[in-house]
């Protein structure tokens, strides 16, 4: 039998803020192909929020498949970014989300900041 399930994990960002990161095997992702989706509540781990994952073939499809969840009750912000801020370090090429990293640009691996790299 095929394990269709989504990998989830939990954590705290360095900030503090809860992070959860989902990994989707082969299996799950054709799971979600066939139109079923994949769902989790949060709750039971202490983050508020409950998820729901699902595959569609477009957005117009995807959009249709939000209605169950929401009604016609949600705001299509396609055009908003909401990616993770990140920074790449141009000697090592590690990437890292830690705030202090990105505002500092600093490389935790390196030990260094950018502009003391000789490049
Ligand atoms: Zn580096």
């Known amino acids: 039998m095929t394990d269709n399930r989504i990998l989830f994990a939990i954590a705290k960002t360095f ?3 809860p992070i959860v990161v989902l990994g989707i095997p082969e299996a799950a992702w054709e799971y979600m192909r066939q139109g079923q989706t ?3 509540d ?3 781990a202490g983050v ?3 998820l729901v994952v699902f595959g569609a073939p477009d957005h117009a499809a995807a959009m249709e498949m939000l209605k169950p969840f929401t009604g016609d009750h949600f705001i299509d912000a396609r055009d908003l970014h909401f990616g993770m801020d990140r920074i790449t370090c141009p000697k090592c090429g590690m990437t890292s989300f830690a705030r202090g990293d ?3 640009k600093y490389c935790g691996n390196c030990h260094q900041f950018h502009a003391d790299m000789e490049l």
């Open 38 to 40: 994949h769902q989790f």
């Open 15 to 17: 900030e503090g803020a």
């Open 48 to 50: 508020p929020v409950q």
């Open 42 to 44: 949060l709750r039971k």
């Open 102 to 104: 990105i505002e500092n």
